[in-house]
Every structure is written in structure tokens, then in C-alpha cells.
Nanobody, 125 residues
């Protein structure tokens, strides 16, 4: 059982940067895929970025490519989402998701096994 816990959300202005953290408790010794999803009011949950255990390979949604960076610190059992050049449309609840597996990217929420409670990111003009 793995429990992701997100933190780092807040209120920022457009163009600012923010870094989200996802700390994983429980059994974290297995090979894991970690992803970030987001959900804005009235919208479906949307894939943002993922990082594989193998080689720390990453994948990004087109909407955040070039602006967001996903990374991890294995020693701290923590993944990060560095968000730069934030836009109004980035406003959402951001969720950390973990899948017990490796080797390929999964872009749909249904493939992930564990979810955090979410952290609110609000971007103002």
C-alpha cells in the first residue's frame, strides 16, 4: 500500500513559478510510475506529466510541455512538479498518482493504483 501526499499548491500570478511535491508513504521499494494529473472545475481529470522508475524517463502533456518539469528524489520517496510560466488555465487541483509498474507510460487515470488528496493551484492575472 502506497499513500501519496501532495503539497506546495497555492495562489500565484500568471507568469510565476511553483513547485509541487508528492511524498509517498508506505511500501515504496517497488518500481513505481509517478504521474501528475489535474482537474479544473467542470473539467475531466487531465494527465499532466509522468516519470518512470527506469531511467527517470518523463512524458508531458502538450499543454505543459516546455513549462513543467517532473522529477523525483528516490532517497526522499518524493516526486516533484516544477511549474514555470504559469497561465490562468493551469488553475486546477493537482493530484499525484502512483502506478505499481514500470516500462511504459500510462496517460489515463484509470491505470493508476494510488492517489493523493490533491493540492490546489490557483493562477491569477
Amino acid at each position: 500500500q502506497v499513500q501519496p501526499i501532495e503539497s506546495g499548491g497555492g495562489l500565484v500570478e500568471a507568469g510565476d513559478s511553483l513547485r509541487l511535491s508528492c511524498a509517498a508513504s508506505g511500501r515504496t521499494s517497488s518500481r513505481l510510475t509517478t504521474a501528475w494529473f489535474r482537474q479544473a472545475p467542470g473539467k475531466a481529470r487531465e494527465f499532466v506529466a509522468a516519470i518512470l522508475w527506469s531511467g527517470a524517463r518523463t512524458y508531458y502533456a502538450d499543454s505543459v510541455q516546455g513549462r513543467f518539469t517532473i522529477s523525483r528524489d528516490n532517497a526522499k520517496n518524493t516526486a516533484y512538479l516544477q511549474m514555470n510560466s504559469l497561465k490562468l488555465e493551469d488553475t486546477a487541483v493537482y493530484y499525484c498518482a502512483i502506478r505499481l509498474g514500470d516500462g511504459t507510460f500510462f496517460l489515463e487515470a484509470r491505470w493508476y493504483d494510488y492517489w493523493g488528496q490533491g493540492t490546489q493551484v490557483t493562477v491569477s492575472s
